[in-house]
């Protein structure tokens, strides 16, 4: 079973940043697209980024290009969501998920999620 452990979401005012980060233990990341997704309160779960097994250039929803940069590092089997700007909007549950393709809606596996709220 993949293991997929997010951690670093807390309270953070607007305008601010923050770093999430996603450990994959058991997880060869070359073989897999690795996305965040996040789910705010009453509304669907949504994806914010993905890095594609084939290589390292990531793809944003446009709600926050420009403001996120997602990055992984394979020999740690870590992922990384750096988050700046932060709106209201971008509160809400963050999930790492891995998928087959970016591209695919369902993702095969994802972790627990880390909250976060942006508020002041």
């Known amino acids: 079973q993949v293991q997929l452990v997010e951690s670093g979401g807390t309270l953070v005012e607007p305008g601010g940043s923050l770093i999430l980060s996603c450990e994959a233990p058991g997880l060869t990341l070359d073989y897999y697209a690795i996305a965040w997704l996040r789910q705010a309160p009453g509304k669907e779960r949504e994806g914010v980024s993905c890095?594609?097994?084939?290589?390292?250039?990531?793809t944003y929803a446009d709600s926050v290009k420009g403001r996120f940069t997602m990055s992984r590092d394979k020999a740690k089997k870590m992922v990384y969501l750096k988050m700046t700007g932060l709106l209201p909007d971008d509160a809400g549950i963050y999930y790492c998920?891995?998928?087959?393709?970016?591209?695919?809606?369902?993702?095969?596996?994802w972790g627990q999620g880390t909250q976060v709220t942006v508020s002041s």
């Open positions: 998920a891995i998928k087959n393709l970016c591209s695919w809606p369902t993702p095969l596996s």
């Open positions: 890095i594609p097994s084939s290589d390292e250039t990531p």
